[in-house]
């Protein structure tokens, strides 16, 4: 028991019971001080953040400390971003990154799914390609521009072959970890059921992997966008990425942050969209219920 300024101390307080209970109390105490920098929501910190560094990025330059010529001040940009609006070759470029990046995610997430539910029909299957997955799984896909350009030169193609080899791995592994993660005590019980291979897809398989694969289209949708600028500005297709290349051979270095901080937006807008679909797909599961009432 804690002694009280009334009550002697003794040889049955201790020390790390009183740190725990002095760590106890003092939490409610520090939340019971009213308004403060603590009670603030996370926004505003996040808004907050941003101003900061946006403050930094217009001062830095102006003040010196970074070189003007390659660091135009955050007015710069925002300014060439405004001219950049105007362009309709900017909006091609945009809907140019868009496509690749769609077509490629969608062919991505169907081969995904196709071949991972087709590797996990048998052991002796996930045994045989096992070693083969962990051979191409690593390599980057920009080893493969040499072979897109071969193949497809400066179109799309060359394109959505990159985007497609790096974003077809994640959701591949998703999907094997998800009907690996099948309970037996239930596999057990659709065999004494009965159950059609169709049943046992449809409600046990398929609901099992579902979230495994949410999570691999979540982390491939951001692969896919990086690739797709990535290849546009090795490549030279047409996009975003071809039109950073484009403002630095001109030395138009505020439309080149400027296009960047598009890019940025538009990762931005991807996940939101991505966690959108998510939380209606996965409306049903345990962690995104937790995350309604949270």
């Known amino acids: 028991m804690r002694a009280t300024h009334s009550e002697p101390i003794t040889a049955f307080d201790s020390p790390g019971r009183d740190s725990e209970t002095d760590a106890a109390q003092r939490r409610p105490v520090a939340a019971d001080r009213g308004p403060g920098i603590r009670n603030l929501p996370d926004s505003v910190f996040g808004v907050g953040g941003v101003l900061a560094f946006a403050a930094l990025l217009e001062l830095l330059p102006r003040m010196g400390v970074l070189p003007r010529a390659y660091f135009p001040p955050l007015s710069e940009m925002l300014a060439a971003l405004i001219g950049l609006l105007g362009r309709s070759s900017f909006w091609t470029a945009l ?3 868009v496509r690749g990046w769609g077509i490629g995610l969608a062919i991505a997430v169907a081969a995904g799914i196709i071949i991972g539910f087709l590797i996990s029909t048998s052991a002796q299957l996930i045994r045989i390609t096992a070693s083969t997955i962990e051979f191409l799984r690593p390599i980057p896909s920009v080893a493969l521009i040499p072979l897109a350009v071969l193949l ?8 959505l072959l990159l985007v497609v080899y790096a974003s077809f791995w994640p959701i591949l592994i998703q999907v094997l970890h998800g009907v690996q993660d099948i309970n037996p005590v239930a596999r057990d019980t659709t065999a004494s059921y009965g159950f059609s291979r169709w049943a046992v897809f449809r409600y046990l398989i398929w609901p099992t992997a579902l979230p495994y694969l949410m999570t691999g289209v979540r982390l491939s949708a951001s692969v ?4 797709t600028i990535s290849a546009e500005l090795i490549i030279g297709s047409p996009g975003l990425g071809t039109e950073i290349a484009r403002s630095q051979s001109s030395n138009a270095t505020a439309d080149v942050y400027a296009t960047v901080i ?5 990762g931005i807008v ?3 969209l991505v966690r959108s679909i ?5 409306s049903w599961h345990a962690s995104m219920r937790k995350d309604v009432s949270a």
């Not at 497809?152 to 394109?159: A, E, L």
């Not at 896919?224 to 690739?227: F, G, K, S, T």
């Not at 598009?262 to 538009?266: E, P, R, S």
Request: net charge neutral; proline share 0%; no cysteine.
């Open 262 to 266: 598009v890019t940025g937006v538009l």
């Open 152 to 159: 497809f030169g400066t179109d799309i193609r060359s394109t």
């Open 278 to 282: 998510e939380r209606r797909v996965l």
């Open 224 to 227: 896919a966008l990086v690739l």
């Open 95 to 97: 809907f140019d990154t």
């Open 270 to 272: 991807v996940n939101i």
